[in-house]
């Protein structure tokens, strides 16, 4: 009884602090999606600056985690490209907050699987096959469905944000080409500490032409360093909050919980922020959550088969093994007596 008690005690500990860490992502999320600013290159540059000097700091000072041994031509073949996407992404998505409502984008947001799996198609990281595209096609057209439906639609800010969505698609597709293929790991730390200071460089550039000219000129600018810093701290913390979710519960589980994160974001935008939202607009998006929802699982079935084939592989191969050694033995154990 009381071994059967401390089971249930463990197997309640684990879903408690299952729930923990998605309740911690999700509220990082929206600390950091919520903070509205017209200059969405000068908050991505401080959010990037603060997160390459903890980063720094964690790595050099304190030692958390080891750094990657990396060459500097792997460092620009490799690291480059996708900080250029990733600086790119987050510019766009963070000048898209400022056209759209927060439910549209997180509508918009659900785009995703179909743009990584159709630039895997593309770049021959994944195989084209009919049921995964028709999948993808639904989910387009529930966005589309819930575009027609929305209030405060702006072209621009549309295209601001499927931008982001293709930019974060190719370096996401592009970390498996360049990065994992060649046997590199970077968990969110030491991506931090080797992408931030290139996201920083491709951002200045755009910085001095279109935001840096506004600003000076804007004597009412007042540099809040408990509220940036607040900010910049919680986006640090929610690249650590991905890696603590995925190590401690499993990548599954992040994305049925980005799902949960996307319900409850255009819930607290209608009810608190007082955005608009259509019932065309939840029609069409619960359509494109089904969509998701059956790509996750069948990514889930495709795991759970390869994995499958991987233990029968091992156990076949383990037989043989132990099949080879018997015929060995007994190969040696004739001759011991036609010697004898």
Not at 176 to 185: A, D, E, H, V, Y
Not at 194 to 199: D, S
Request: charge should be neutral.
């Amino acid at each position: 009884m009381g071994k059967g008690g401390s089971l249930s005690d463990s197997v309640l500990k684990k879903i408690l602090l299952s729930y923990t860490y998605v309740a911690i992502w999700i509220f990082l999320s929206f600390t950091v999606i919520m903070y509205n600013w017209p200059y969405p290159i000068s908050l991505t540059m401080i959010h990037m600056s603060f997160c390459a000097s903890l980063a720094f700091v964690l790595i050099k000072v304190f030692k958390v985690v080891e750094p990657v041994s990396m060459s500097r031509e792997m460092y620009i073949s490799s690291v480059v490209p996708i900080g250029a996407l990733y600086s790119l992404s987050l510019w766009l998505s963070n000048s898209a907050y400022i056209y759209l409502s927060v439910s549209f984008i997180q509508m918009l947001k659900a785009l995703m699987p179909v743009a990584v799996y159709s630039i895997g198609v593309a770049l021959k990281r994944e195989s084209f096959k009919t049921d995964t595209m028709a999948n993808m096609l639904s989910i387009s057209v529930g966005v589309a469905i819930a575009a027609y439906g929305e209030a405060r639609f702006d072209v621009w800010g549309v295209m601001l944000q499927l931008g982001a969505v293709a930019f974060e698609a190719t370096r996401l597709v592009l970390i498996q080409i360049l990065l994992t293929s060649k046997g590199i790991t970077l968990n969110p730390i030491t991506s931090l500490y080797y992408v931030a200071p290139c996201c920083l460089v491709f951002l200045f550039i755009p910085w001095i032409f279109v935001e840096y000219p506004v600003l000076r000129e804007t004597s009412s600018f007042h540099f809040d360093f408990v509220v940036f810093g607040t900010n910049s701290f919680c986006a640090f913390a929610l690249n650590l909050a991905v890696f603590l979710l995925v190590g401690k519960t499993s990548a599954l589980t992040m994305n049925v919980a980005g799902v949960v994160k996307d319900w409850l974001l255009i819930a607290f935008s209608w009810s608190v922020i007082k955005d608009t939202v259509t019932p065309i607009n939840l029609v069409g998006y619960g359509l494109a959550f089904l969509g998701v929802a059956y790509y996750n699982h069948a990514k889930l079935q495709a795991l759970k088969a390869k994995e499958a084939q991987k233990k029968t592989q091992q156990a076949d191969d383990e037989e043989q093994g132990r099949l080879l050694e018997e015929r060995e033995s007994e190969g040696n154990g004739k001759r011991s007596e036609s010697q004898n």
